[in-house]
């Protein structure tokens, strides 16, 4: 094989190991509560009911004092806490099973869930 042959086709091997990488990204998902009484999950901009699984980045805006976002599922119990406002970034893995979300101390009114298959 030629030099540039063996250049090329490691060129291309390159360029496909950086699009299945690219493609690998985990997919971005935003929670919101507060600050009024609304906690919400959503994934472009659209409510989630059902996720595949595999791993997500999850972006929690905490926008009041008196909430938290506490998220529950199989292997997951992540939350904010009382009392914090602003941004936590999680990146978990979502195995099949029924996902919850609520805010803790008004869990009554502020709740919410999704199944991942």
Known sequence: MSRTRLALVAALAAALVVVATA????TK???TVGPGFTITL????KKVTTLKAGTYVFTIQDKSSIHNFHLTGPGVNKKTSVGFTGTKTWTLTL???IYKYV????ATIMHGSF???
Do not use: F, Q, R, Y
């Open 23 to 26: 493609s690998a990204a985990p």
């Open 95 to 97: 195995k099949k099973g």
């Open 29 to 31: 998902l935003t929670g």
């Open 115 to 117: 199944k991942v298959t």
């Open 42 to 45: 959503k994934k472009g901009g």
């Open 103 to 106: 805010c803790d101390p008004h």
